[in-house]
């Protein structure tokens, strides 16, 4: 399974940004998808995840009402759309896919342990 991540850049405080995450070697229709993000000197943190269903997404609290993941099974690929961003945001991020199939839930999709495989990362920079 390989995850290709794209869709960074630079971009002021306020802008938006959409990374993009295309899926080969499996179809994603079954499985829940992830984002994660690493600052410098920090470890990697949850982002964002959206079940096999597409029907609930869960996000971390500092990104509520920012961002919103989506997903298009037919192209295999999974979206974030990222706005009214802070230099917070600041990161790699990184897509993942769930290990289980028909998993849900925000305790088990925001853990890093139960996705296994994972993308290159894309670097998103915020500037004030």
Do not use: H
């Not at 229709?29 to 959206?50: C, D, H, L, T």
């Not at 079940?51 to 037919?74: E, Q």
């Amino acid at each position: 399974v390989q995850l290709q991540a794209f869709g960074g850049g630079l971009v002021q405080a306020g802008g938006s940004l959409r990374l993009s995450c295309a899926v080969s070697g499996r179809a994603i229709s079954n499985y829940g998808m992830g984002w994660f993000r690493q600052a410098p000197g920090k470890e990697r943190e949850f982002v964002a995840a959206i079940t096999w269903s597409g029907l609930s997404t869960y996000y971390r609290d500092s990104v509520k009402g920012r961002f919103t993941f989506s997903r298009d099974n037919a192209k295999n690929t999974v979206y974030l759309q990222m706005n009214s961003l802070k230099p917070e945001d600041t990161a790699v991020y990184y897509c993942a896919a769930d290990r289980r199939p028909f998993s849900s839930g925000s305790s088990y999709l925001s853990r890093e342990s139960n996705y296994d495989s994972w993308g290159q990362g894309t670097q998103v920079t915020v500037s004030s």
